[in-house]
């Protein structure tokens, strides 16, 4: 395994409003791709069921953070019901922006 950096991430679960909080902190050691150029970096949080029977998925994008070590502190609220927890997966995507191309993948994480 390649390492690609660190990613810091708070969950909490509302159980009031039966809603998932993601707070995205920060990113720490991401990979260096030009030596004197700052890249751009966007993390993209998706929540989906883990269920093959279910295809819905909803997805938040933080915004666009310079450098190798961006703090982003972008909150997101996915609105789930409790009994449903069990079987979610939170897919954490790190992509490295490009004006003039589409973004480049570098890493992702996944929590079951």
């Given amino acids: 395994m390649v390492h690609r950096g660190r990613v ?19 990113a720490r050691e991401l990979p260096v791709h030009q030596l004197l150029v700052q890249s751009s970096y966007a ?17 938040r994008k933080t915004r666009m953070k310079r450098g190798t070590g961006p703090v982003f502190n972008d909150t997101f609220l996915f609105f789930v019901q409790e009994q449903a927890l069990p079987s979610l997966l939170l897919h954490i995507s790190v992509c490295r922006y490009h004006r003039a191309k589409k973004d480049t993948p570098i890493g992702q994480v996944v929590f079951p």
Avoid: I
């Fill in 43 to 59: 993390l993209a949080t998706l929540v989906l069921a883990n269920d093959p029977a279910t295809t819905w998925g909803d997805t």
């Fill in 8 to 26: 810091r991430v708070l969950l909490r679960y509302h159980h009031a409003s039966q809603c998932l909080e993601v707070t995205v902190l920060e």
